[in-house]
């Protein structure tokens, strides 16, 4: 089935410092989605992102918190600078449709750890 | 507070038998309900979805029932295998909710043969 990438799959960095995360998205689809799950808890939606524009975010998505998809390359999850409590898992999503099945497509997750 | 809660966060089924998973919710504006599955170190994969305008919906030895009046939902998985061990991720969201998904912790399902 359809398939998003999300580069890396584990990143280790010390408070402070900047990290990107990359997402590449179904080809086809349209919306885009970041969520974030701390080990033991379930995943939490940050921020949804169509047509150059981010469409909603939580309150989970800081100021440090930035998303962009330049040219239609990765879809990106910035934070900068990083914090202890941002060591999470983040999955990437796509779907087709803004209202749609909410067939969702995740990626694997880039597991972060901020020390 | 949890919007959508699982309380089971384990089940253990013997192969063959009926897996029942659960799954409360407490916005009233949710008018989707999902079940995703999710295998270790895997992305979440949609398995089986239903608007609010239906109380159950069935596919292959997947059924959802839901119960608006009781903001529950429930997936039964029928002759469950040793393959259907995962996490069992429910989810809830909202037309014109961009959808914005709202998901339980999840319960880990073993199937033991």
């Known amino acids: 089935g359809p398939k998003v990438l999300q580069i890396p799959s584990h990143q280790i960095i010390d408070m402070g410092q900047m990290v990107t995360l990359n997402c590449d998205p179904v080809s086809n689809h349209l919306y885009f989605y970041w969520y974030k799950q701390i080990l033991g808890q379930q995943m939490e939606f940050l921020v949804n992102f169509y047509n150059g524009k981010v469409m909603e975010k939580s309150k989970l998505f800081k100021d440090q918190f930035s998303v962009e998809r330049p040219d239609g390359s990765y879809f990106t999850l910035k934070i900068q600078p990083t914090a202890l409590e941002d060591s999470a898992v983040y999955f990437c999503a796509s779907s087709h449709y803004r209202e749609s099945t909410g067939q969702l497509y995740f990626g694997e997750g880039s597991k972060l750890t901020v020390l | 507070g949890q919007q959508v809660k699982q309380s089971s966060p384990s089940l253990t089924v013997q192969e063959g038998g009926i897996s029942i998973l659960n799954c409360d919710y407490e916005?009233?504006?949710?008018?989707?309900f999902a079940w995703y599955k999710k295998y270790p170190d895997n992305s979440p994969t949609l398995l089986i979805s239903v608007r609010s305008n239906v109380d159950k919906r069935e596919d292959g030895r997947l059924t959802v029932f839901l119960n608006k009046s009781g903001k529950h939902f429930s997936l039964h998985i029928t002759a469950s295998q040793p393959e259907d061990t995962a996490v069992y991720l429910c989810a809830a969201g909202a037309t014109g909710g961009n959808n914005k998904l709202t998901f339980g912790q999840g319960t880990v399902l073993s199937v033991i043969p």
């Open positions: 916005n009233d504006m949710f008018d989707y």
